[in-house]
């Protein structure tokens, strides 16, 4: 069974900085594509950012409203994925998920989510 | 980015209706679309990948049809447990969620 192990949330002012963390058992994480989602108070989903295995480059990608605020990263000797936010906005508030990458030939859906992390940009 | 677009945002129907949900891509993303339920305070469950693979353990009254820019995901006889909101999701370049259709029971 896969499990996703979430920690780093919290209450943080405009502007600051928050790093989520992502422990994952239950897969191979060493060959796992990873991925976060968010999702604001009563809204859609969003995705925020993802990064290959270092066995397939390591190379991480960001849509437009988060790149060059965001950044993801991983240490495969922890099985642990990271979300390091800066320049946080109010509208990064958001209920954040770490979520592995199904596939095999072509990556890229979500089988499985943890519970999430909730993350609030107020002063 | 693609941009993916579902539409109706919000659908009522009776149980054992046949329930119709389309996803549409601002450019070809060939088969790589999933679909999501999502129940209020929960994480999303997987439902289909590939545009029309059931993921194991997903009821058959789901199915999911369509390439290119045009998809959708029908409930064959809708029951009360499928009242949730319902997510198409493009990996065809990078990743990106459909905005939501809400099914509620009448």
């Known amino acids: 069974e896969v499990q996703l192990v979430q920690s780093g949330g919290g209450l943080v002012n405009p502007g600051g900085s928050l790093r989520l963390s992502c422990v994952v058992s239950?897969?191979?994480?060493?060959?796992?594509?990873m991925s976060w989602v968010r999702q604001a108070p009563g809204k859609g989903l969003e995705w925020v950012g993802r990064i290959k295995s270092n066995t397939d480059g390591g190379t991480a990608d960001y849509p437009t409203p988060v790149k060059g605020r965001f950044i993801v990263s991983r240490d495969d000797s922890k099985n642990t994925l990271y979300l390091q936010m800066d320049s946080l906005k109010t509208e990064d508030t958001a209920v954040y998920y770490c979520?592995?990458?199904?596939?095999?030939?072509?990556?890229?859906?979500?089988?499985?989510w943890g519970p999430g992390i909730l993350v609030t940009v107020s002063s | 980015d693609i941009q993916m677009t579902q539409s109706p945002s919000t659908v009522s129907a009776s149980v054992g209706d046949r329930v119709t949900i389309t996803c549409r891509a601002s450019?070809?993303?060939?088969?790589?679309l999933a679909w999501y339920q999502q129940k209020p305070g929960k994480g999303p469950k997987l439902l289909i990948q590939r545009a029309s693979s059931l993921q194991s353990g997903v009821p058959s009254r789901f199915s999911g049809s369509g390439s290119g820019t045009e998809f959708t995901l029908t409930i064959s006889s809708l029951q009360p447990d499928d009242s949730a909101t319902y997510y198409c999701?493009?990996?065809?370049?990078?990743?990106?969620f459909g905005g939501g259709t809400k099914v509620e029971i009448k």
């Open positions: 999701q493009q990996y065809n370049s990078y990743r990106g």
């Open positions: 450019q070809s993303i060939s088969s790589w």
């Open positions: 239950g897969l191979s994480f060493r060959t796992t594509w």
């Open positions: 979520t592995p990458e199904g596939g095999v030939d072509w990556h890229g859906y979500f089988d499985n």
